[in-house]
């Protein structure tokens, strides 16, 4: 699987993201835990986000966050899907688990 970075630009309105924002961390939330939003978080005070994703295509990335909460409430101004090639720290974002050393 390849690493997309994706943004999210949020259309100003605080209080609706207020209100959905408890649907929308859960949704992420299972993302994570399924092991393809590697990570994430708020940007410019919450104006915007980063998330990092493993998957097959942009567009594979693109379908699953169709469903995020934001985005069917109209909270989301913006969004881009790019693909992702970290050149440092690429092994701290591998889904994979680490395997231990044979000793």
Known sequence: MALFAVTYEYTDAPRQRDAHRPEHVAFLSGLHESGRLLVSGPADGGARALLVFSGESADDVAALLDD????????????????????????????????????
């Open 68 to 103: 995020d909460p934001f985005r069917r409430e109209g909270l989301i101004a913006r969004r881009t899907v790019s693909a992702w090639s970290p050149f440092f720290g690429k092994e701290r974002l591998d889904p994979a688990p680490a395997q231990e050393p044979v000793r």
